[in-house]
């Protein structure tokens, strides 16, 4: 039979891997949210010639699209990062 130290020790490895792991992921989405604001500033002025183009259009909707997508992963991210930040101390106390 396991004590409550045991548990809670094995909790905190737990959540420490798996902030680490968030962390790097967050790095990453970050890396993601750069490259799609660089792309949709410069791909529609590389590809149009004519403005009101179909391409122009959909590249603009594409890029929005990717945009919004990387903003959800960072920020679902942090909320993540601060809500298992905030386990991780209440396990500490024990509370």
Known sequence: MTNNN?????????L?????SMRKNRRYALIGLLFTLVTAMTLPTMLSENPPSFVYTANKWLSAMCLGFCSMIVLGTTVMLRR????????????
């Open 6 to 14: 045991d548990l809670r020790d094995l909790k905190l490895m737990v």
């Open 16 to 20: 420490d891997d798996y902030i680490q």
């Open 84 to 95: 298992l930040s905030k386990e991780r101390e209440q396990t500490l106390r024990g509370e």
